[in-house]
C-alpha cells in the first residue's frame, strides 16, 4: 500500500523561491511603469493591488492617459 505522499501528487510539488518571488513582482512592477503609472505610486503599491491592476492594462493605461491630459 502507497503512502499519501506518493499518491497524491499534488503535496510533491516544489515551492516557490524567495528569490523568484521578488523577480516575479519586479516585473510585474516595470509592467505597471511600462503603461504609463508613475514610479513612485507603483513602488508604494503592496503586490496584491499591482496583480490587480496588471489584470485589465487598458484600463491602467487609459487611466494614466487621463492623468497626464
Given at each position: 500500500?502507497?503512502?499519501?505522499?506518493?499518491?497524491?501528487?499534488?503535496?510533491?510539488?516544489?515551492?516557490?523561491?524567495?528569490?523568484?518571488?521578488?523577480?516575479?513582482?519586479?516585473?510585474?512592477?516595470?509592467?505597471?511603469?511600462?503603461?504609463?503609472?508613475?514610479?513612485?505610486?507603483?513602488?508604494?503599491?503592496?503586490?496584491?493591488?499591482?496583480?490587480?491592476?496588471?489584470?485589465?492594462?487598458a484600463k491602467v493605461a487609459k487611466e494614466c492617459a487621463a492623468k497626464d491630459?
Amino acid at each position: 500500500m502507497a503512502s499519501t505522499q506518493a499518491r497524491n501528487q499534488n503535496r510533491n510539488r516544489p515551492t516557490k523561491s524567495n528569490s523568484a518571488r521578488t523577480k516575479r513582482q519586479n516585473d510585474h512592477k516595470k509592467r505597471l511603469v511600462a503603461l504609463g503609472m508613475d514610479e513612485a505610486t507603483v513602488a508604494a503599491m503592496n503586490p496584491k493591488d499591482v496583480r490587480t491592476k496588471l489584470k485589465h492594462p487598458a484600463k491602467v493605461a487609459k487611466e494614466c492617459a487621463a492623468k497626464d491630459s
